[in-house]
């Protein structure tokens, strides 16, 4: 059974930064993709990173670029995406996702974790 399980959330002043950490078991991902999506109270959920497993291709929503970097340790089974220059806007439930193919569409994706709060203070 395939297990996702975010951690690193918390309250951030605007401008700072966090790493949140995604701890995968039940499976072999050498094939997935690990993603990661946010939701905002009363929106919809976003596509904000995803890596492959494997060769390490990542990509990234345009609004985070140059600020987001998402990274997996194989040896761990964990990925983890640092988030740089935090804005208030970004304040949302942060969920660490598991899919064999990359789609930024969420209704795509198979596997998800319960997600993780992250408050930015402005």
């Known amino acids: 059974q395939v297990q996702l399980v975010e951690s690193g959330g918390r309250l951030v002043q605007a401008g700072g930064s966090l790493r949140l950490s995604c701890a995968a078991s039940?499976?072999?991902?050498?094939?997935?993709?690990m993603g990661w999506f946010r939701q905002a109270p009363g929106k919809e959920r976003d596509f904000v990173a995803a890596i492959t497993w494997g060769g390490g291709i990542t990509s990234y929503a345009d609004s985070v670029k140059g600020r987001f970097t998402i990274s997996r340790d194989k040896a761990k089974n964990t990925v983890f995406l640092q988030m740089n220059s935090l804005n208030a806007q970004e304040t949302a439930v942060y969920y660490c996702?598991?899919?064999?193919?990359?789609?930024?569409?969420?209704?795509?994706?198979?596997?998800w974790g319960q997600g993780t709060q992250v408050t930015v203070s402005s």
């Open positions: 996702a598991a899919n064999p193919i990359m789609s930024r569409n969420p209704e795509r994706w198979d596997y």
């Open positions: 039940g499976r072999t991902f050498s094939s997935y993709v």
